[in-house]
């Protein structure tokens, strides 16, 4: 899947006959490539767009700017009828498992509707094909019968992984599916999730605030500020050696298992609070809480370099 | 503030344009013609005609419509069929009465919703807030008609405490006393009906903040019970309740029209009933754009007021 | 997340380290059953359901149960109750326990027929209002604003008595103006749900939207739907009422509560002849009370879990 300069901003009204109607730029001017069978990072704070750009790229929401092209197909404004090959290959895991199943519905419902709907599965071999889908999660046939609140976030979280699997994807989008998890289910979801990937070839956009499941699970990391990438690179990399001051703020505020290293480092915290996405900052939408920021960050906008390891910064950390 | 205000006006104004368009329409469904219903059968075809064309009643209905709604921006209304007086003018003698009804029974049902309500919500789910719960379901199911016609006969026929109907008595001074005495039982019984409602609102209003934390950080402060209900919860309480008035007006406009039938209550119920047995097209158009405008308008304002009483709402 | 919420999931937690629960009744039943159980904690709520029960049984078996024609007129005229006439005759001389069994029945009749069209019309316009948002949703509601700025009673009087009383109209224009506070109602539950997780996986499953409405956000809404309709119906009946009352409703000869009290109105009827008037008014006063109590049991017994 390749982005190019995709936005997604959402209009708010300005002072009434002002004209000026303004919007949130949720995603603003974004480019990525997904490439088959890997799994992409993407970080940032909560409201810096990054679920945003995880709906659009599904289309659940519509950009208001740039391409999204899938398997070779520009499919930025397809109608919904036209998008449904393409849905079928690209779903997506929803962050909190309470909301994302119908608790009206039985989970052999939940699962076999997309199925039945699109005329995939006979009716007569359905439960044969939930019970695989559920077996693929390391669920029991017997969880078929019963609804939603009758499981835990864990199990809910391996239904909805489930019901995404149900058409055979390539690419998952997975909008923080484990941050509202217990830390200890949290570790089964991710190896769930690694080794579906490795079964089925699949590709992850894998979205998240915490940096723990990111580095554990990807093999390159996007971190997004305010509706923008700031930096990409592979993880390891990142980890080690992160270029954009935002980056490194943000993995000083991620405390490492190792009590010696933490005190090693001279930490630098994060100050303030994430500009509005509705008035961001002119030139470098980081520099108002850049601790290295210059005359030039406050005038001119940084563009992603075009590396391997790309990065968004007039000066960037060596 | 400024903007919400300007939006708000702004939006009044196309429901406004289509609440004159429901009005014409309503009348407008009515079979036949009200010149050939109601005028008398020896008047000779020609006579009819004419009265026809003075009527406008010729022209295409749309052409009726624009007249019809030029002459309301301009504040007249036509003239009544029976009559041939103004409609403005038979509306404005009959307002008063009405107003004078429906606010009275506005602040009687809110004096018994206010004190009931919070009554109950304070010995929530005690045998008296049970009682006073189903005592309010009593208030919005009893048929006021029939409460009507039950009080009249209980206080008014068998007991003469209270005249049975009118507003004044014939030949009396129609002063304040008089009217008042007159006003009781219509008051008792609209009231009822808007208090029924109130007091499971006022109730509900009041759970709600008494549950909330900064009335425990209150008590916490070891402030008396009293105390904490009466200036901390009462405030916050009654905030929705002003929204919710709104809602009553429509309501009381409404069920004037009944109590005024039962009570002879000379207002624009009477006036409705009036101009419906005589068919009196313009007075009903005007009657129904009046009170969807007084609706309007009460909302409109109600709004603007609860908007500058709470402060958590936003102005953008 | 409330105290009970937070149990629940608690509770939820338990489940899965207990076992695995293969055996456990499918939950359904389970939510019914528990719905069923708070409805019949709530006393009055189970009073207003049997009496609603019995009348409209009543209603239904009018024909069987009524001792004479309704309209048939007896040799008796304005006659107090006797062994012949239980409640006594009009002044035409028709039996009034036999009319008030026909009334009760017209009441339901209109009261239900009302109250399914309007919930119909209502909630199509609001899962509309409030799914496609925008342009259409400004357009709806301000029609709806238009609508609830009449004063039902007036509105509904004028346009009966313009269009000419008959059963389907009355039903008609009751109807007219009753279905805008179902649409906001809905419209506000639709708003909420469709940026639930649920729903945007429908989306993103490519399921078709009239699937995503009916299926997926209407459950959600059918709850304080049926709560809504039964106080609707309790409404209706007493606007029939008062229509018959004022002499626009059903009219005479055909027996509907509202118009047995028409009468009353005259002295000699409300002081000298009780039979006629007392018994209608506790009647609509048993109907609407039963069914606002019936409505007031299903509000706190779906209110529970938001299912």
């Known amino acids: 899947m390749q982005i190019e300069r995709l936005s997604t901003h959402y209009p708010v009204r300005g002072a009434f006959l002002s004209r000026r109607d303004k919007a949130v730029k949720a995603v603003d001017d974004v480019s990525l490539t997904l490439y088959e069978g890997e799994t992409v990072g993407l970080v940032g704070e909560s409201g810096c767009g990054k679920s945003t750009l995880g709906r659009t790229i599904i289309r659940l929401e519509q950009s208001s700017g740039g391409r999204i092209r899938f398997e070779g197909r520009d499919i930025t404004h397809d109608p919904p009828k036209k998008l449904i090959p393409a849905r079928m290959r690209m779903q997506m895991i929803f962050q909190d498992p309470y909301a994302s199943l119908n608790p009206r519905m039985r989970i052999v419902d939940t699962l076999s509707e997309p199925l039945l709907v699109h005329r995939l599965v006979e009716r007569h071999e359905i439960r044969r094909e939930v019970d695989r889908l559920l077996a693929l999660v390391g669920l029991p046939s017997s969880a078929g019968n019963r609804y939603p609140h009758e499981f835990s976030g864990g199990q809910r979280q391996r239904i909805g992984i489930a019901r995404a699997l149900s058409f055979r994807p390539k690419l998952l989008v997975c909008d923080e599916p484990v941050s509202a998890l217990d830390v200890s289910i949290q570790a089964q979801i991710l190896n769930l999730l690694q080794d579906l990937q490795e079964e089925l070839t699949l590709t992850y956009l894998f979205i998240a605030h915490g940096i723990g499941a990111v580095k554990q699970i990807s093999k390159r990391v996007a971190v997004m500020y305010l509706g923008k990438i700031v930096e990409l690179a592979g993880t390891e990399e990142l980890f080690r050696r992160p270029r954009h001051p935002y980056t490194q703020l943000l993995l000083n505020a991620y405390p490492p298992p190792d009590p010696a290293y933490r005190r090693k480092q001279s930490r630098v915290i994060l100050h303030g609070d994430i500009p509005s996405p509705a008035n961001p900052p002119a030139g470098c939408r980081f520099h108002t809480r850049c601790p290295y920021a210059q005359q030039r960050c406050r005038v001119e906008t940084p563009h992603l370099s075009e590396k391997e390891h790309a990065v968004a910064c007039h000066y960037p950390l060596a | 503030m400024g903007p919400y205000l300007v939006r708000r006006l702004l939006i ?193 209003s009041m759970l709600d903040v008494l549950g909330q934390d900064y009335l425990r950080t209150a008590r916490s402060k070891g402030l008396s019970e009293w105390a904490v209900t009466n200036r901390h919860a009462l405030r916050n309480a009654l905030i929705p309740i002003i929204a919710v008035i709104g809602a009553e007006i429509p309501l009381l406009l409404g069920g004037s029209i009944i109590i005024e039938q039962v009570f002879q209550w000379p207002g624009i119920g009477q006036l409705t009933m009036e101009a419906i047995l005589s068919r009196d097209y313009p007075t009903l158009m005007g009657l129904n754009l009046v009170a969807a405008s007084v609706v309007l308008l009460t909302n409109l304002l109600i709004d603007i007021l609860y908007a500058a009483v709470d402060p958590r709402i936003e102005f953008n | 997340m409330n105290q009970a919420e937070l149990a629940w999931r608690k509770d939820a937690m338990d489940t899965e380290r207990r076992h695995d629960g293969a055996d456990d009744p499918p939950s359904f039943e389970s939510y019914a059953r528990q719905v069923r159980q708070r409805f019949m904690r709530h006393k009055v709520a189970v009073w207003g359901l049997a009496t609603t029960l019995l009348l409209l049984a009543a209603g239904l078996l009018a024909p069987w149960l009524a001792p004479y024609q309704p309209n048939e007129i007896t040799d008796a005229f304005s006659a107090g109750p006797s062994a012949d006439y239980l409640l006594g005759t009009d002044q035409v001389g028709r039996d009034v326990l036999s009319r008030l069994l026909y009334g009760t029945r017209v009441s339901l009749l209109i009261g239900f027929t009302t109250v399914a069209i309007y919930v119909l019309f209502g909630t199509l316009v609001g899962l509309i209002a409030g799914y496609y948002g925008k342009w259409i949703d400004m357009l709806l509601m301000r029609i709806t604003d238009i609508f609830l700025s009449f004063p039902y009673m007036l509105v509904v009087l004028v346009m009966v008595s313009v269009l000419g009383a008959s059963l389907w109209t009355i039903i008609i224009v009751l109807a007219l103006f009753k279905w805008p506070a179902i649409a906001m109602l809905v419209r506000g539950i639709v708003l909420s749900l469709k940026k639930a997780d649920y729903v945007r996986a429908g989306v993103a499953l490519g399921y078709s939207t009239p699937r995503i409405l009916l299926r997926h956000i209407l459950p959600g809404a059918s709850g304080a739907i049926i709560v809504n309709a039964t106080f609707g119906v309790a409404s209706t009946i007493l606007a029939e009422a008062g229509l018959s009352f004022l002499g626009m409703g059903v009219k005479s000869p055909q027996a509907s509560l509202g118009n047995m009290l028409h009468d009353a109105q005259s002295l000699t009827v409300l002081t000298e002849q009780q039979w006629l008037w007392l018994p209608a008014g506790f009647i609509i006063l048993l109907t609407v009370l039963a069914f606002n109590f019936v409505g007031d049991g299903l509000r706190d017994a779906l209110d529970g879990r938001q299912l």
Do not use: C
Request: proline fraction near 7%; charged fraction near 15%.
């Open chain 2, 12 to 204: 009044a104004v196309p429901v406004f344009w289509g609440i004159t368009v429901l009005s014409f329409l309503i009348m407008n469904m009515a079979p036949g013609n009200p010149v050939d219903m109601f005028i008398n059968p020896n008047v000779p075809p020609e006579m009819r005609e004419l009265r026809k064309e003075l009527l406008g009643l010729n022209d295409p209905v749309y052409v009726q419509y624009f007249k019809w709604l030029a002459g309301v921006l301009r504040g007249e209304l036509g003239y009544s069929f029976s009559s041939y007086a103004p409609v403005t003018e038979l509306i404005g003698a009959r307002i008063g009465p009405t107003l004078l009804l429906a606010s009275s029974s506005l602040a009687v049902g809110l004096i018994i919703a206010i004190p009931i309500g919070i009554l109950s919500a304070v010995k929530h789910n005690t045998r008296l807030d049970y009682l006073m719960t189903g005592l309010s379901f009593l208030g919005t199911s009893i048929p006021p008609f029939f409460l009507g016609l039950g009080l009249i006969y209980i206080l008014g026929v068998e007991l003469k405490w209270l005249p049975t109907g009118g507003m004044k008595t014939l030949g009396g001074d129609g002063g304040f006393a008089d009217i008042a005495i007159h006003l009781i039982m219509p008051v008792l019984v609209l009231g009822m009906t808007i208090a029924g409602k109130k007091v499971r609102y006022v109730r509900a």
